[in-house]
C-alpha cells in the first residue's frame, strides 16, 4: 500500500526539506520501518526506544493508541500524521 506521511518541521532536514513522503506498507510498523530504511539517521535519532514516547502518530486523524497502535492496519490513500508531543510550564 501506498501510504503518504506528513513530516514535522523538525525531521525535514533529514528528508530533504520534504513534508510529505509516500512510503509503502501493510501496518504503520511497516511504514515506519520503511520511513527508517530511507531516512536512517532520523530513524535512529527519532524513533529509538527512548524518543519514541515524544512521537505520536496519526492515522487520518486519529491516534493509533486508540486503534491497533503500530499494528495498526493501512490502506491506500492513508495519511500517517508524525507529531511530536509537547510539554511545558
Known amino acids: 500500500m501506498s501510504i503518504m506521511v506528513r513530516i514535522p ?16 506498507g501493510k501496518t504503520v510498523r511497516e511504514v515506519l520501518e520503511g520511513f527508517k ?8 535519532r527519532f524513533f529509538s526506544e527512548k524518543a519514541s514516547r515524544y512521537i505520536n502518530l496519526y492515522l487520518n486523524d ?6 491497533k497502535n503500530l499494528d495498526t492496519p493501512v490502506s491506500e490513500n492513508d495519511i500517517l500524521s508524525i507529531i511530536f508531543a509537547i510539554a511545558g510550564g
Open 9 to 24: 518541521s523538525p525531521l525535514r532536514q533529514y528528508t530533504g526539506q520534504k513534508s510529505e513522503i509516500i512510503l509503502e
Open 62 to 67: 486519529q491516534d493509533i493508541r486508540t486503534l
Open 37 to 44: 530504511a530511507a531516512f536512517p539517521e532520523a530513524g535512529d
